[in-house]
């Protein structure tokens, strides 16, 4: 009788390290988890740790957006990084023959995986008890790791506002304050760009300032046509937020398809809509979340602030500037002008009554020389009332050029005339006509403009100096050859009729 053959022993069991070991590879992995607060650094650490905690080929935690319930980040162990490269999106994590949550809370941030048992064969219940006590405290390293990105991240938002507030309450003019708040705001919220938009006569909103990595001049000038979704929203001063610019239906500027995930916030301060601050990334950029929301939003509501106390400095500056301009005028017509014309009726009184003197003695005693002489002192004395009237005259118009804004000079040619005219206005005590014939603006070129300007000053100092004045005329006719002005007043000079008209031409 044959015996039957022995069974087959079976295939020897990978080795695996006794329960003593493991533990502590566990308490090593444990412990060198919650020694990272970087967050990045926390997750790669955990699918390292958990790899070689269960001897596995292959680990991935995909990290999932709970906001958007997909995933938003891969970290993986035992893979190359051009395998990695060329995964088309973050995996779940849920792909491996053992997986486990991680939760911080209640929340479920993330799935740890791991496949390819080392030495073959199945995971084991051990594997999934390690796994899971690696996957609890990770959360709780999680859960640090994420308080101290959101502390650091709003301590450099609070900076940053900081640091606008300083440099816009320094004096920075309005288009370089926009700009700084459009740059920094960039810089904090890692954006593409950081644009301000402000409202237009139009009804819309336009790109007024940009700040970008590479030229942002494109940017500026781009609108937002009245009618656009979005429209509503920014002028009520509400946020808008877009998950992506090219493919939201939303966004209809031309620059739109560029970008990507983008904040648009409010300007926006005591009720007063000062513009949007719109904070696009690049396309396939890291979506924002409600932390970056929350920073930025109260940033902006910061800048807003600043802006407007700045400009409230800016123009109680001006204020100062122009009541010791209105001072040193009121000086100077006062005191210096009214010396000087008294001076001048002086030296006129004597300069006739010399005359006369010289005229009487000649006639009794027929003395030629003595009467030239006296003419010579006459001539003296006329040269001298021409001098003091000549001054009179420079000092009266430098009265109006203190009269007018040191820096807001209007753009246009029209503005121009009609801003001189004004200033003078103030001392005159009466409002000067003023009358446009022809293409003023297009046909007076700078050079000509300014001699225009010029005279215009010259004609209403002379005309407030003259008496009685109680209206003035200023007319500015223009054609295809001359551009001629005329200044008409109805004063009274001393030795002439009542009424004065000064006219000044050039060819265009």
Same mark, same amino acid.
């Not at 990507?260 to 890291?286: D, V």
């Not at 602030?305 to 500037?321: F, K, Q, S, T």
């Not at 000549?390 to 246009?412: G, M, W, Y």
């Given at each position: ?45 955990? #699918? ?5 905690? &269960? *001897? ?29 490269? *060329? ?25 740890? &995986? ?18 899971? #006590? ?11 790791? %994420? ?70 001049? @494109? ?25 992506? &610019? ?56 910061? *800048? ?10 800016? @123009? ?12 040193? =005028? ?20 004597? %300069? ?6 010289? =005229? ?14 006296? @003419? ?78 010029? *005279? ?12 009685? #004045? ?39």
């Amino acid at each position: 009788m044959t015996p039957d053959p022995e069974p087959a022993a079976p295939d020897p069991e990978p080795a695996t390290p006794d329960r003593g070991a493991g533990l502590a590879v566990l308490l090593e992995a444990v412990l060198g988890i919650g020694s990272e607060l970087d967050q990045q650094a926390t997750l790669q650490h955990i #699918v390292d740790s958990a790899t070689e905690l &269960c *001897a596995a080929r292959y680990g991935a935690l995909g990290v999932v957006d709970p906001e958007r319930s997909r995933p938003t980040e891969l970290y993986t162990a035992g893979t190359t990084e051009a395998e990695r490269a *060329a995964t088309p999106r973050p995996a779940d994590g849920r792909g491996g023959t053992l997986g486990v949550p991680i939760r911080v809370h209640d929340e479920v941030i993330g799935n740890l &995986c791991l496949a390819g048992k080392r030495g073959g064969g199945p995971f084991r219940d051990e594997d999934l008890a390690l796994l899971q #006590v690696l996957a609890s405290r990770a959360g709780t390293a999680i859960g640090n790791a %994420r308080r101290y990105e959101t502390a650091r991240r709003r301590e450099r938002w609070i900076e940053g506002a900081a640091a606008v507030t300083t440099a816009l309450l320094a004096g920075r003019p309005a288009a370089d304050a926009l700009k700084c708040v459009a740059e920094r705001a960039r810089l904090l919220a890692d954006a593409a760009a950081g644009v301000i938009l402000q409202p237009t006569p139009e009804g819309g909103m336009e790109i007024v300032s940009a700040s970008a990595q590479g030229d942002p001049g @494109d940017l500026v000038g781009t609108t937002i046509a009245p009618g656009s979704p979005v429209l509503e929203q920014l002028l009520g001063g509400e946020p808008v937020f877009v998950e992506d &610019c090219a493919t939201d239906p939303r966004m209809t500027t031309r620059v739109r398809k560029r970008f990507g995930p983008s904040m648009m916030l409010p300007l926006q301060s005591g009720g007063q809509l000062i513009g949007t601050l719109a904070l696009p990334r690049a396309r396939g950029g890291k979506p924002y979340d409600a932390v970056d929301r929350l920073l930025a939003s109260q940033f902006a509501s910061q *800048a807003a602030l600043a802006l407007v106390l700045a400009d409230a400095r800016h @123009d109680r500056e001006r204020l100062a500037v122009y009541e010791d301009r209105d001072r040193i =005028a009121r000086d100077l017509h006062d005191l210096v002008v009214q010396r000087l014309f008294a001076t001048e009726m002086m030296l006129e009184s004597t %300069r006739k009554r010399s005359a006369a003197a010289a =005229a009487a003695g000649d006639k009794a005693a027929g003395d030629t020389a003595g009467g030239t002489a006296r @003419d010579t002192v006459g001539e003296d004395l006329g040269r001298a009332v021409d001098e003091l009237d000549s001054t009179i005259q420079e000092v009266r118009t430098a009265i109006f050029a203190l009269q007018q804004p040191p820096a807001d000079v209007p753009p246009t040619f029209r503005g121009r005339v009609l801003r001189e005219v004004h200033g003078a206005a103030v001392l005159l005590g009466f409002a000067p006509s003023v009358h446009f014939t022809g293409a003023v603006e297009t046909l007076a070129a700078e050079p000509v403009a300014k001699g225009l300007l010029s *005279a215009l000053r010259g004609a209403l100092a002379a005309a407030h100096r003259r008496r009685e #004045v109680t209206s003035i005329a200023v007319e500015v006719d223009a054609d295809a050859e001359r551009i001629r002005l005329t200044v008409t007043d109805d004063g009274r000079t001393p030795a002439g009729p009542r009424g004065t008209t000064v006219t000044w031409e050039s060819a265009v």
